[in-house]
């Protein structure tokens, strides 16, 4: 008796308990987003997923902001949830993925055409498209440490006017 009641038990748990969540394809990693405390009712589009060996970025826009989401692949092949990030109040963010790699994420309220910065003391520069919600990806140059200094920022807009100076 105690031993069907314990079976019993344990199917209904397999079943209908809590289901784990991967970010295994688009649909999926929104639901993920949708789960996380704070961004249950947040409306979120999917610009771009890419794969780095075992480890998935995902950039997004979560309520039109800026955001990105990263996962790691388990040995069943699922992707698990490690980091999100999301950059309220802006149309233009900047994420540092890797020692390497540095991803920018814009929305359609965004009027930065181009962005040059001082990298390790050498000019760095990438262009956007206004006013159009897009993914771009920097691969830094290397150094002896991995450090990088980003200064004197411009941002530029259309018509080559600089709208922001940091």
């Known amino acids: 008796m105690f031993v069907t009641i314990g079976i019993l038990v344990v199917a ?26 704070g961004y249950e009712h947040k409306s979120i589009e999917i610009l771009e997923i890419k794969d780095f060996d075992d480890l998935r970025i995902v950039a997004f826009l979560a309520n039109n902001r800026p955001g990105y989401i990263e996962f790691t692949e388990n040995k069943k092949g ?24 540095i991803m920018f994420v814009t929305n359609n309220e965004n009027e930065i055409a181009k962005m040059q910065v001082d990298l390790n003391e050498q000019k760095f520069e990438r262009e ?39």
Not at 16 to 31: F, M, T
Not at 144 to 160: A, I, L, V
Request: aromatic share 16%; hydrophobic share 35%.
């Open 78 to 101: 699922n992707y698990v949830w490690r980091h999100l990030e999301v950059k309220e109040n802006e149309t233009f963010s900047s994420f540092h993925i890797s020692p390497r790699k």
């Open 12 to 37: 209904i748990l397999t079943f209908n308990g809590i289901k784990q969540l991967y970010g295994n394809d688009e649909a999926s990693i929104v639901r993920v987003i949708n789960s996380i405390e």
């Open 128 to 166: 956007y498209i206004p006013n159009k919600a897009t993914v771009t990806w920097a691969d830094l140059p290397q150094t002896d440490k991995n450090e990088y200094t980003f200064r004197n920022y411009k941002y530029y807009d259309k018509d080559g006017i600089i709208i922001k100076f940091e």
